[in-house]
């Protein structure tokens, strides 16, 4: 083969494009990362970048003594797999630290948490 063959070859070689694996990462949440909202949510959601496996995945949610207030329920969202849901028990004004930790369909695992604060209106 020329010399000069072989150089293209090998520019080619490097340039294509390999598949990426990424990871499933926090995309949105409801309520959103950081949040002061007035009423207490009744759940919350959270949609990642890929979709996720359900059996692999959790959410919870604690107060700030550490005592979790979610009903311990993490389910997908039928019609997305990208989306994990866990309901709530009521929660008065305070703040609430949401930790996830998912395994996506690539087989990778993630986690992450973000804080959420419930401050009704003429809370101080």
Not at 13 to 40: I, N
Not at 50 to 76: K, L
Not at 93 to 120: C, K, L, M, N, Q
Request: with cysteine; net charge neutral; aromatic share 4%.
């Amino acid at each position: 083969m020329r010399p000069v063959s072989l150089a293209v070859l090998t520019a080619i070689a490097c340039l294509s494009a390999a598949p990426a694996f990424a990871h499933a990462l926090l995309r949105r949440s409801v309520p959103p990362v950081g949040a002061t909202v007035q009423t207490p949510p009744a759940a919350v959601t959270i949609t990642f970048t890929e979709a996720v496996e359900p059996r692999f995945s959790s959410i919870t949610v604690q107060d700030a003594a550490g005592n979790r207030v979610d009903a311990g329920d993490t389910h997908a969202d039928p019609a997305d797999a990208k989306q994990l849901s866990v309901s709530l028990t009521p929660l008065p004004p305070g703040t609430y630290t949401i930790t996830w930790h998912v395994t996506s369909v690539d087989t990778h695992r993630t986690e992450g948490s973000f804080t959420v604060t419930v401050a009704p209106r003429g809370t101080p």
